[in-house]
């Protein structure tokens, strides 16, 4: 099976562990990934803010290298996917004149529903070396994966469920929260401080009222926000995984030793708890 | 019994900027214009809040989402370009999800936002306005979007840091930098995207 990669800029800078992790995973489940050739930035929210033809060029310039290559893309990190989308949409109206060769026909998967899907399910588990029984989590999915669901494709955008069915294929313990898909306020983060930090706040609150040791992730940029704002926190640290992690110690591939060294909050202490280190 | 109502001679003097306006005083202009453009259809909302009590940051907003559609179709145009709303907006798509009229309000406030960062009126939150303007500048000079590069772009802009002395914040971003450095989640030089010229000539 091949796919075509889009990494995004994230997964070359501030969440470069995640890039790694799936590069692992991948490799794993033998899958191969071919990264997009000379890949762009999809424009993310500023593109949309300033300017409505530039949020529909920056993807649709992927887009058509990744329909050169004749590939369905999968992409890791949420905003990317959801642009992505989004772009391919608006190629179909034909509102826009694009420059390059693109129809605009091919998949984009989202990472984690790619991963939900029974046939990856059943090939996780069959890969699984070591569960990660005890481990109790919560999934959060954040805004841009799930909404709006006429551009995602969700259709449990109010309960979504691709995260939880990977990580409990893994063999931890998901629990169920209502905060799965509320904003944390990461694109707003630099430029209004106060605004993020009531967002993010709320819902590490509510994590750890729903009981959860650890938070699994799939988007760069949620996890960067959660991990980072604990920061400055004394006690009661949550730390916060991407998908991709857990995925990789169940699979008993340590890796680099100082993998977990890129977290703020320190996930080992946990980890070797449950026996998992 | 005199009839105040419709004797416009005895309406009372309001202090400015609290003249009553008309409604629709600019006819259904404004209104059509931001339906064409942004293909939402506006005069579908009829009020019910579904969409500000979803938005997860309407409490931050002068002028509430659903308020928004309501300017929109009274035609206040420069009311909506100088509010908080269309900068402190996150896209995070609650709103557009839980109308009942499927009334795609954060595409609207995001063309509203589109609208202000081209006129010459001032925006309410000037920080965000340069984000999203550096975050493109950046975007356009290298193809991909390094944060290094991003936060110290951002960082070196007059207002920005005028903003960040005065909230005494600025050594605290500076050492959460130095942090994200230690930790290797901040790359000094990520390769460049070849498309640098393509994305040049696309820019309008």
Redesign the interface.
């Known amino acids: 099976m091949k796919l075509s990669f889009y990494p995004g800029?994230?997964l070359?800078?501030?969440?470069?562990d995640y890039a790694r992790s799936i590069i692992a995973v991948f490799m794993e489940l033998e899958i191969e990934l071919i990264e997009i050739e000379?890949?762009?930035?999809c424009?993310?929210?500023?593109?949309?803010?300033?300017?409505?033809?530039?949020s529909v060029?920056?993807p649709a310039?992927n887009l058509a290298a990744a329909e050169k290559l004749g590939l369905d893309i999968v992409s890791p990190c949420a905003m990317c996917f959801n642009r992505l989308r989004f772009s391919q949409q608006m190629i179909r109206k034909r509102l826009f004149d694009i420059?390059w060769p693109v129809t605009g026909d091919i998949q984009v998967h989202d990472m984690t529903r790619f991963f939900a899907e029974p046939l990856m399910i059943t090939s996780i588990k069959k890969r699984l070396l070591k569960p990660l029984s005890g481990l109790k989590v919560v999934c959060y999915y954040g805004?841009?994966m799930v909404?709006?669901?006429k551009i995602t494709g969700y259709t449990d955008?109010e309960n979504p469920q691709t995260l939880d069915h990977i990580v409990a294929a893994a063999g931890a313990e998901v629990i169920d929260w209502s905060y799965k898909s509320?904003?944390c306020?990461a694109?707003?983060g630099?430029?209004?401080?106060e605004?993020r930090e009531s967002?993010t706040s709320r819902i590490l609150q509510k994590a750890e009222q729903a009981g959860a040791e650890a938070i699994v992730v799939s988007c760069p940029l949620c996890q960067?926000n959660l991990d980072?704002f604990q920061?400055d926190r004394p006690k009661r640290r949550i730390p916060v995984f991407y998908f991709t992690e857990l995925l990789r110690l169940g699979f008993n591939q340590i890796g680099d030793p100082h993998w977990f060294?890129?977290h703020?909050t320190d996930p080992v202490p946990l980890l070797k708890t449950k026996g998992l280190l | 019994m005199h009839n105040v109502a419709s004797d416009r001679e005895v309406e009372p003097k309001r202090e400015p900027g609290k003249e009553r306006k008309l409604i629709g005083d600019r006819g259904d202009f404004f209104l059509n214009k931001i339906q064409g453009e942004a293909g939402v259809n506006i005069s579908a909302c009829y009020q019910c809040e579904r969409c500000t009590n979803a938005c997860p940051v309407s409490h931050y907003m002068d002028i509430k989402p659903h308020q928004a559609m309501r300017y929109i179709q009274l035609g206040w145009r420069e009311e909506l370009l100088k509010s908080s709303t269309i900068w402190v907006c996150l896209s995070c798509e609650m709103c557009t999800t839980y109308c009942p009229n499927e009334v795609d309000v954060a595409e609207t406030i995001n063309h509203l936002r589109n609208m202000a960062a081209h006129s010459s009126i001032t925006p309410k939150y000037k920080s965000l306005a340069i984000f999203h303007q550096t975050f493109l500048d950046v975007l356009i000079t290298s193809g991909k979007v390094n944060e290094f590069r991003l936060m110290s772009a951002y960082y070196s802009k007059p207002d920005i840091l005028k903003e960040k002395m005065k909230e005494g914040t600025l050594k605290e971003e500076i050492l959460l930098g130095m942090a994200l450095l230690r930790k290797g989640r901040l790359k000094l030089y990520t390769p460049r995207s070849r498309a640098i010229k393509e994305l040049q000539k696309v820019d309008r």
């Not at chain 1, 000379?38 to 930035?41: A, F």
């Not at chain 1, 424009?43 to 530039?54: D, L, Q």
């Not at chain 1, 630099?190 to 401080?193: D, S």
């Open positions: 800029c994230s070359e800078g501030m969440a470069n000379d890949w762009s930035c424009g993310a929210t500023a593109a949309h803010s300033i300017s409505e033809s530039m060029l920056l310039r420059p805004c841009q909404r709006p669901p955008y509320t904003c306020g694109s707003i630099i430029a209004r401080r605004i967002l960067s980072i920061k060294k890129m703020f």
